[in-house]
C-alpha cells in the first residue's frame, strides 16, 4: 500500500495550524499556587494536558487522565504497545520576545511561542499523526499510545508517577530533540550546591576593616536546565559612594562589551547583567548573565561572603562550561564531553547562597566516580550537596527495529541520509525502556528552545507530522 503521507497532511493543513495555536496560547507554565488534586503542577498545565486529550478524543481515540500527572489516548489492537511521548508543559517565557510569548502568531513563515519547537508544537504534530493513521483505516498490529506528560521541564514527577501505574510500551519515540534520530543521551543531575549562614559563621574567616561595598543580594536565573540571560546585584556603599560604584560598573560594561544598567536606589546600588539563554544541555552556546556579574564583583573589595562567594563562583563556575576547574572534565567519542550549567543563583547576605547545578555526563563515566570530586571542592567554601535528580545515561542498541524503522522512515520522507547521533538532552526517550528522540529539529535549523521569541517552521511542522504519520503506521502495522 503506497500513502502520500503528505499530501493527507495538506488535507489537514489549516486545522493543524489551528489547533497548534491554540495549544500553543495555553500558558503551560508549572504554578503551584494553583495546583489543587488532579492539577498537581497548576491549573494551566492541567489545561494543556485536558487540551491535549481533548483533541485525541474528537479524533476517535480512548484517553486517561492519569490524576493530571499524565495522559495517554490509543487507538489499535494488539498485544504490543508502540509509545510516543510528549509533554504539554513549557518552561517561562522570560524577557525580551518581539512578539506575545503565547499569542502564537504567525509571523512570516513560523509560528512563534513558548513551546512552539518545546514541545507542544511537535505534541500536536505527533497528535494529528496518529489522527491521519486512524482516519485512513489502516490495518495495525499493535495498539498506539500517544503519552502526555506534564513536568519534563523539571523533576519528570509526571513520568515517575505515570509508569507506576500504567502500561510501559514495547517501544516508542519523543518527538523532543533533532531529526534525523537520536539513540543515545548523556546522564543528567540536577544538584543544588548550598552554604547556609551559620556554615559560612563556622569557618572563622577574618572580617574585612575596609571594603567598597557589601554585597546584599545577587539573583539570576530561572531552571537549571536554562542558561540565566538576566542578574541582578544589590549592594550597599561603603568605602565607595554609590556614584562611585555605579561608574565603576558601567566603565566595565563599555570595557567588556557587556549589556547591563546600573542605579541608586535609595542608599544602595542595584546593578543588572544582561546574557544569553540556551538549554542548559550547551551552555557554551550561551552567555551566563549570573556569573558574568559575580566575574565583575571580583573588581570589588566586599565583604568576608561575599569575597568568598564571589572567588568560589568565579573559579569554578564562570565559563566553566565542561567542569574542567572542579576537575571532573569528561570527554567520549560516541555521547561527547560532560557539560555544566549554572542554571539559577541565589545569594542572600542574611540567608542562604544557592546554585542549582545541571551537570550532563557520558556513559564513560559514572555519577559515583565524579561526585566525590565536586563534594570535596563544595567543602573548600562550606557548601553542602543537595541531589534533586539523578538520571542515568540511555542508550538503544543502534540495530535495534525501532531505530532501524525510523531511519527508513526519515530518508523515504526527505531523500536524505538517516544519520543516529548521541546528545547531552534529557528526552522522554528514555522515560521507556527502549526509546529514543526523532525529530522534530531537522539539520541546519537553529535551536530556540528555552530562547526568547521560539518558533517553529510552519512547512517543519506539516514535515514533521508526515514523517511521524509514516512512522507511527510502520511502527504499528
Known amino acids: 500500500m503506497t500513502i502520500d503521507w503528505r499530501a493527507e497532511v495538506e488535507k489537514r493543513k489549516e486545522e493543524l495550524i489551528a489547533t497548534t495555536q491554540q495549544f500553543l496560547r495555553i500558558k503551560s507554565v508549572m504554578d503551584f499556587s494553583t495546583a489543587r488534586e488532579g492539577a498537581p503542577f497548576g491549573e494551566d498545565v492541567n489545561n494543556a494536558l485536558q487540551f491535549a486529550l481533548g483533541v485525541c478524543r474528537d479524533a476517535g481515540m480512548e484517553i486517561k487522565d492519569v490524576d493530571g500527572y499524565a495522559g495517554h489516548a490509543e487507538f489499535g489492537t494488539g498485544k504490543e504497545l508502540i509509545g510516543v511521548l510528549s509533554h504539554v508543559d513549557v518552561v517561562p517565557e522570560g524577557d525580551g520576545w518581539s512578539t506575545p510569548p503565547y499569542a502564537a502568531e504567525i509571523v512570516g513563515d513560523r509560528i512563534v511561542a513558548r513551546g512552539a519547537i518545546d514541545d507542544k508544537g511537535p505534541g500536536m504534530a505527533a497528535i494529528f499523526a496518529a489522527k491521519i493513521v486512524k482516519e485512513l483505516g489502516l490495518p495495525l498490529s499493535k495498539r498506539v499510545r500517544l503519552i502526555f506528560g506534564t513536568d519534563e521541564e523539571t523533576l519528570w514527577r509526571c513520568m515517575k508517577y505515570y509508569f507506576e501505574r500504567e502500561e510501559m510500551p514495547t517501544m516508542g519515540f519523543t518527538p523532543d530533540a533533532d531529526f534525523p534520530l537520536i539513540y543515545a543521551e548523556k546522564g543528567l543531575t540536577h544538584l543544588v550546591w548550598r552554604q547556609t549562614k551559620e556554615a559560612f559563621a563556622k569557618q572563622g574567616l577574618a572580617h574585612k576593616q575596609q571594603?567598597?561595598?557589601?554585597?546584599?543580594?545577587?539573583?539570576?536565573?530561572?531552571?537549571?536546565?536554562?542558561?540565566?540571560?538576566?542578574?541582578?546585584?544589590?549592594?550597599?556603599?561603603?568605602?565607595?559612594?554609590?556614584?562611585?560604584?555605579?561608574?565603576?560598573?558601567?566603565?566595565?560594561?563599555?570595557?567588556?562589551?557587556?549589556?547591563?544598567?546600573?542605579?541608586?536606589?535609595?542608599?544602595?546600588?542595584?546593578l543588572s547583567m544582561e546574557g544569553v539563554s540556551v538549554h542548559g544541555m550547551d551552555p557554551a552556546k550561551g552567555v551566563n548573565a549570573g556569573t558574568e556579574l559575580v566575574h565583575f564583583l571580583k573588581e570589588l573589595s566586599l565583604d568576608e561572603r561575599a569575597e568568598q562567594f564571589a572567588s568560589f563562583t568565579d573559579t569554578y563556575l564562570h565559563e566553566q562550561h565542561y567542569g574542567e576547574a572542579l576537575g571532573i572534565a569528561q570527554d567520549d567519542q560516541e555521547m561527547g564531553p560532560l557539560t555544566l550549567n549554572t542554571g539559577v543563583i541565589s545569594y542572600e547576605a542574611e540567608g542562604d547562597i544557592a546554585f542549582d547545578i545541571n551537570i550532563r555526563y557520558p556513559h564513560s563515566t559514572t555519577f559515583e566516580e565524579w561526585q566525590p570530586i565536586v563534594l570535596k571542592r563544595l567543602e573548600e567554601a562550606a557548601f553542602a550537596l543537595e541531589i534533586e535528580e539523578v538520571q542515568v545515561p540511555h542508550?538503544?542498541?543502534?540495530?535495534?527495529?525501532?531505530?532501524?524503522?525510523?531511519?527508513?522512515?526519515?530518508?523515504?520522507?526527505?531523500?536524505?541520509?538517516?544519520?543516529?547521533?548521541?546528545?547531552?538532552?534529557?528526552?522522554?526517550?528514555?522515560?521507556?525502556?527502549?526509546?529514543?528522540?526523532?525529530?522534530?529539529?531537522?539539520?541546519?535549523?537553529?535551536?530556540?528552545?528555552?530562547?526568547?521569541?521560539?518558533?517553529?517552521?510552519?512547512?517543519?511542522?506539516?514535515?514533521?507530522t508526515a514523517i511521524y504519520a509514516q512512522a507511527i503506521y510502520e511502527l504499528a502495522k
Open 211 to 270: 571594603i567598597d561595598a557589601r554585597l546584599i543580594e545577587l539573583k539570576a536565573g530561572l531552571r537549571m536546565n536554562m542558561v540565566p540571560d538576566r542578574a541582578q546585584a544589590v549592594l550597599e556603599p561603603v568605602g565607595k559612594t554609590a556614584e562611585q560604584l555605579v561608574a565603576i560598573y558601567r566603565d566595565y560594561l563599555q570595557q567588556q562589551g557587556k549589556t547591563g544598567n546600573a542605579a541608586v536606589e535609595g542608599s544602595r546600588v542595584t
Open 395 to 464: 542508550r538503544v542498541d543502534p540495530k535495534h527495529p525501532l531505530v532501524t524503522t525510523l531511519q527508513r522512515v526519515y530518508t523515504e520522507q526527505t531523500g536524505e541520509e538517516a544519520g543516529i547521533m548521541a546528545i547531552g538532552g534529557a528526552s522522554y526517550g528514555r522515560a521507556l525502556d527502549v526509546g529514543v528522540a526523532f525529530g522534530p529539529l531537522f539539520p541546519g535549523r537553529p535551536d530556540c528552545a528555552h530562547q526568547r521569541d521560539e518558533y517553529i517552521l510552519i512547512k517543519d511542522l506539516l514535515k514533521a
